[in-house]
Nanobody, 124 residues
């Protein structure tokens, strides 16, 4: 069992940056591949990106457009999502998720553990 807690969300102006963190407890994070998803009001949960257990491989969703970077620090049991050049359409609740299977997945139901989410609001 692993518990995930996201932080770092907030209100930012368009063009700004935020770095989200996902802190894990209960198990060593290096045992899991990690994903980030987001969900805007009235929309389906959307894949943002995935990082493998070591941080050496990443996959990004269509929303990235080269603006997002996922990283991890297994010594700190934390995964990060750096978001630059934010747009109002990036407004959503952002979730991190852990996956026991090491391969990438863009499907939220294929992840085993979820955080509670952190709100990101981008004003125009």
């Amino acid at each position: 069992q692993v518990q995930l807690v996201e932080s770092g969300g907030g209100l930012v102006q368009a063009g700004g940056s935020l770095r989200l963190s996902c802190a894990a407890s209960g198990r060593t994070l290096s045992q899991y591949a990690m994903g980030w998803f987001r969900q805007a009001p009235g929309k389906e949960r959307e894949f943002v990106g995935w990082i493998n257990w070591s941080g050496g491989n990443r996959v990004y969703g269509d929303s990235d457009e080269g603006r997002f970077t996922i990283s991890r620090d297994n010594a700190k049991n934390t995964v990060y999502l750096q978001m630059n050049s934010l747009k109002p359409e990036d407004t959503a609740v952002y979730y991190c998720a852990a996956r026991r299977v090491f391969g990438p997945s863009e499907v939220w139901s294929e992840y085993d553990y979820w955080g509670q989410g952190t709100q990101v609001t981008v004003s125009s």
